[in-house]
Nanobody, 123 residues
Framework: QVHLVESGGGLVETGGSVRLSCAVS????????MVWVRKAPGKDREAVAA????????YYQDSVKGRFIISRDNSKNTVYLEMNNLTPEDTADYSC????????????????WGQGTQVTVSS
């Protein structure tokens, strides 16, 4: 059974930093592309960062470029999202997803999802 468990969310002040973790079990992480998405109240879910199975391709949404860093440690079965210089617009529920594929991220479906962790940025 596949499980993705996010952690690291919480309340942070504007300009602060948070590192989210996504612990994965039930799959061989090195075979999977990973994505972080977020859902804010009243807004559509959006992908903020993704990393290919081998780390060679990385995607960032324009609004987080230069502030967020996605990384993976396959030996620890964990994917991370380091979030810096946070603003209230980053407030959302953040979830990670896994997709079994070695093609380009733009064509990668993500089949497994975690429950999410809330990040709230105070002004």
């Amino acid at each position: 059974q596949v499980h993705l468990v996010e952690s690291g969310g919480g309340l942070v002040e504007t300009g602060g930093s948070v590192r989210l973790s996504c612990a994965v079990s039930g799959i061989t992480l090195s075979d999977y592309a990973m994505v972080w998405v977020r859902k804010a109240p009243g807004k559509d879910r959006e992908a903020v960062a993704a990393i290919s199975w081998n780390g060679a391709e990385i995607y960032y949404q324009d609004s987080v470029k230069g502030r967020f860093i996605i990384s993976r440690d396959n030996s620890k079965n964990t994917v991370y999202l380091e979030m810096n210089n946070l603003t209230p617009e980053d407030t959302a529920d953040y979830s990670c997803g896994a997709g079994n594929g070695k093609g380009p991220l733009s064509a990668q479906p993500f089949d497994f999802w975690g429950q999410g962790t809330q990040v709230t940025v105070s002004s």
